[in-house]
């Protein structure tokens, strides 16, 4: 029994209480953590594009609100629940969405990502403890938990299985590029798609997961690196992250995206990656992928419910499909060996960073993302 | 030395759905890169029948069709080093030219060199045909083989070499459907020990899937088919678990199969045909690893849909031509494998018949009632 337990602790928190409202920074009490938590202190936090989807959709269930967003974070522990001996108080971690518990045969199993231990469901509170949060506002009320993670807040309590420890040399805000957004780009060129050296890859939407995407290609030598967006500024950005080629479909007159693809890699590109998230251009990029090894991989998050429809002769002839969270990395296991090769020197991670506010500012920080003027908006707890 | 055309028998193929005729035909000599091959026996393959059936194609009949066989090799073309008369071969639809960048790259097998195109009716290089009916019109070819024929001429980028050891009805199946089934489960899937795999419809392919994923070590093999029958059928070739469509009440395949399986089969293999198939073959597959492979040709052409957000949950779904063997280089592969007893194939072969009476192979398929009818030339 501790002499000292840890107790409640008061911070702030930007509240989100209905769709598309700016988020409110109010008191809320973040409850001790529990078996298998961990409380964190943030240090840092962005805004990724799956955050603003669900603060923004329409038609959620009133039980979904008040929640406090927020998935790509670095923190520090400032204490640990019962029995936990993976991490301590003072380590930094990187909080992820993702669970890898480690003991279930999907952690187990080289070919998978997808921890069956904790799986990866919408949840609105603590995963090994249904339904319960550890947040509640100045009146006492449950504030909901997102993604496993809840990032907009001083404080927060995390499950250990998705915690992931942050190298000593790295610079947090660098840390916490690769909790989320970069590590499912660079994930997909790394691992999902296995890029070799000299092939060719197109990608389908320049965010941050399409940039880090392209610099995953570049790092693996891909030969060529078409980038695909409808905002021509992303050309020049795009070359940063070793992009070679660049298409914006309202530029190609009467040529459809797929046959302007097709004429520049010789009949289809070896790997397309998808990430924006739209069935349509999941199509495209399955058509783009070239006949006989071609290789289609989806990491954006359909929000319409639209299906992807495929052609059955297009697929007999040697294509695959395939989707993954997180670029397929498993969160323990494969985000430090990233946050090596950035200490290393080998992947470009600071040109991600476009802007920085403190905590009072989140809401500049959404709008940034949503006009899409920024890249990576580090959001400074302490500031 | 002059090579002359050949006149011989053919079961041609002059209206869609309709029983073949056996008419004589004029078979020319080989150009170059052809060998005139003497058949001698073929099998029905389910494709075969897609074709045989299918309306409004314009300029299809008369065709000689038949894709799955071995024969000998009688003549070569000017120029064809790579088989001489006398060889045992298999023809096979799917070309492998051994020059172009498919063949070269390990993971392909669509040689691209001379890419396949079901809707061609000709010779692959110059497009013409090598069949002469009795009033002198052209009959076409089909899938680069037409083997429904005493004789057929074939590019020697579709020729397999085959020892003459080989038992031939056995050799027959591997030209198609058995590689197939067999080869997914092998390039395609790459199934690995311990594995849980759903095959979806137990036609001749899906009964080889179930062999191929035994050979390769999977521990469940759940077959999924609407005939009962199958069930014991398919426990010869590796089948351990069966589910029948029919007799699942309001729950879907998938949800059976997830059941099945803690979660979804490692790899599913859709042998049918049916996009609405392939979707619950997607989606009986396990998260984080699961692949989906693709093998029946939907005649229809109906798109596959499938739920992004299943895809996004760590699924794979790819479609193959052959199971994404090279026919070259792989089909030996599996030969030996079929003489060191290492996989069973005689049980494919359900019925014997002469060519005379091909029509009942047909029929025999049709109903469900074979697997592999093998149609010798000779009786």
């Not at chain 2, 030996?332 to 069973?344: A, S, T």
Request: net charge negative; glycine share 10%; charged share 20%.
């Amino acid at each position: 029994m501790e002499i000292n337990p840890p107790q409640s602790i008061k911070c702030k928190a930007a509240v989100c209480r209905a769709a598309g409202e700016p988020l409110q920074i109010e008191e809320v009490v973040v409850a001790p953590p529990k078996r298998h938590e961990a409380r964190l202190k943030i240090i840092c936090t962005s805004v990724c594009q799956s955050d603003v989807t669900l603060w923004r959709m329409q038609g959620l269930p009133a039980g979904f609100f008040p929640v406090i967003l927020g998935h790509e974070a670095v923190g520090v522990v400032e204490s640990v629940g019962e029995g936990v001996e993976e991490v301590s108080a003072g380590d930094v971690v990187a909080p992820v969405f993702l669970a890898e518990c480690g003991d279930c045969a999907d952690c187990s199993s080289k070919k998978s990502n997808v921890c069956s231990g904790i799986p990866f469901r919408p949840r609105q509170g603590m995963p090994r403890d249904e339904g319960a949060t550890r947040f509640t506002d100045a009146a006492g009320a449950a504030v909901n938990h997102f993604l496993n993670v809840s990032s907009f807040a001083e404080y927060t309590v995390v499950d250990v299985a998705h915690l992931v420890k942050v190298h000593p040399a790295m610079p947090p805000e660098k840390a916490s590029l690769l909790s989320c957004g970069i590590s499912t780009g660079m994930g997909a060129a790394l691992k999902a798609a296995d890029v070799e050296a000299g092939s060719t890859v197109a990608i389908f939407g320049l965010g941050t997961v399409g940039l880090a995407a392209a610099e995953g290609a570049r790092i693996r030598g891909a030969s060529k690196i078409i980038g695909v967006d409808l905002n021509p500024d992303k050309f020049e950005i795009g070359k940063k992250f070793g992009m070679t080629d660049f298409i914006n479909p309202k530029e190609i007159g009467d040529k459809s995206v797929i046959q302007v693809i097709k004429e520049m890699t010789g009949g289809g590109a070896d790997y397309c990656i998808e990430c924006i998230g739209l069935a349509s251009l999941m199509s495209d990029a399955f058509l783009s992928c070239r006949p006989g090894w071609g290789k289609t991989i989806i990491l954006g998050v359909e929000k319409h419910g639209s299906a992807f429809s495929i052609n059955p002769t297009e697929i007999l002839q040697g294509r695959s499909i395939k989707g993954c969270l997180m670029g397929g990395l498993k969160p323990k296991t494969d985000i430090p060996l990233l946050m090596q090769r950035y200490i290393n020197k080998e992947i470009n991670l600071d040109d991600f960073i476009t802007h920085e506010v403190g905590f009072s500012d989140i809401d500049k920080a959404f709008e940034l993302l949503i006009e899409g003027k920024s890249l990576r908006c580090i959001i400074w707890m302490d500031k | 030395m002059e090579m002359k055309p050949i006149r011989c028998k053919a079961a041609v193929c002059r209206a869609a759905g309709e029983p073949l005729q056996l008419e004589e035909v004029v078979v020319a000599p080989p150009k170059a890169h052809e060998a005139r091959v003497k058949i001698i026996c073929s099998t029905l393959c389910h494709s075969d029948l897609t074709f045989w059936r299918m309306q409004g194609v314009p300029g299809l009949f008369p065709i000689i069709l038949g894709h799955e066989a071995i024969g000998v090799v009688e003549s070569v073309g000017e120029g064809v080093t790579e088989v001489a008369a006398g060889d045992v071969v298999l023809p096979v639809c799917l070309a492998q030219c051994g020059d172009c960048p498919d063949c070269n790259f390990q993971r392909s097998n669509m040689c691209s060199g001379l890419p396949l195109r079901p809707l061609q009716t000709a010779m692959p290089r110059d497009g013409t045909t090598r069949f002469t009916d009795a009033a002198g019109e052209a009959v076409h070819h089909f899938l680069n083989v037409s083997s429904f024929s005493e004789y057929t001429v074939v590019d020697v980028a579709h020729l397999v070499k085959v020892d003459q050891a080989v038992p031939p009805q056995i050799a027959c199946v591997l030209s198609c459907g058995i590689t197939t089934g067999i080869g997914a489960t092998w390039r395609a899937a790459e199934v690995h020990k311990g594995s849980s795999v759903a095959v979806f419809g137990l036609g001749a392919v899906g009964l080889a899937v179930a062999e191929g994923a035994r050979f390769r070590g999977a521990t469940k093999i759940i077959g999924v088919d609407l005939n009962p029958l199958k069930f014991e059928i398919g426990k010869k070739f590796g089948v351990t678990d069966f589910v029948n469509p029919n007799e699942i009440g309001d729950r879907s395949i998938s949800e059976v199969i997830k059941e099945m399986t803690g979660g979804g089969a490692d790899y599913c293999f859709e042998c049918v045909g049916s996009s609405a198939l392939v979707t619950q073959a997607f989606l009986s597959s396990r998260r984080g690893c699961g692949k989906t492979v693709i093998l029946g040709l939907d005649g229809k052409g109906t798109p596959i849909t499938i739920d992004p957000n299943e895809l996004l949950a760590g699924r794979t779904i790819l479609g193959t031509c052959i199971g994404g063997v090279k026919p070259k280089s792989d089909i030996p592969v599996l030969i030996d494998h079929y003489m060191n007893k290492e996989i069973h194939l005689d049980e494919f072969i359900t019925h014997e018949i002469g060519f005379s009476e091909i029509n009942k192979a047909f029929d025999l398929l049709i109903q469900g009632k074979s697997i592999r009818c093998t149609i010798w030339m000779d009786k």
